[in-house]
């Protein structure tokens, strides 16, 4: 899992649910609970709740990463129709 969370490029997210659908196992608790306890190395800022909020007591920090990474916003929230990564390797064309 944190080899997805790695793999999320600037700019974008995946929610917790999303993480787990990919992975096709566990689901967005469990997400959360892996990410809480070990996600510190990983770009945790890039993985956010299905509404685009971050994680709870994160937000300061969370928005600092988003504004340097130019991740699309709605307020405080990533703008999940624009910035939601499907874990499809970018095109590169």
């Known amino acids: 899992m944190l ?3 790695e793999r999320i490029p600037r700019g974008m997210v995946m ?4 993480i787990a659908e990919y992975l096709g196992e566990g689901g967005p608790r469990q997400v959360g609970k892996v990410m809480s306890t070990w996600g510190g190395g990983v770009p945790w800022w890039r993985v956010v709740h299905a509404d685009g909020t971050p994680p709870p007591g994160h937000e300061r920090r969370c928005m600092i990463r988003w504004q340097e990474e130019r ?3 709605r307020g405080a929230r990533a703008d999940m129709r624009v910035a ?3 874990g499809l390797p970018a095109n590169t064309e």
């Open 3 to 5: 080899d997805l969370v």
């Open 15 to 18: 929610s917790y649910g999303d």
């Open 71 to 73: 991740t699309p916003l």
């Open 84 to 86: 939601r990564w499907d």
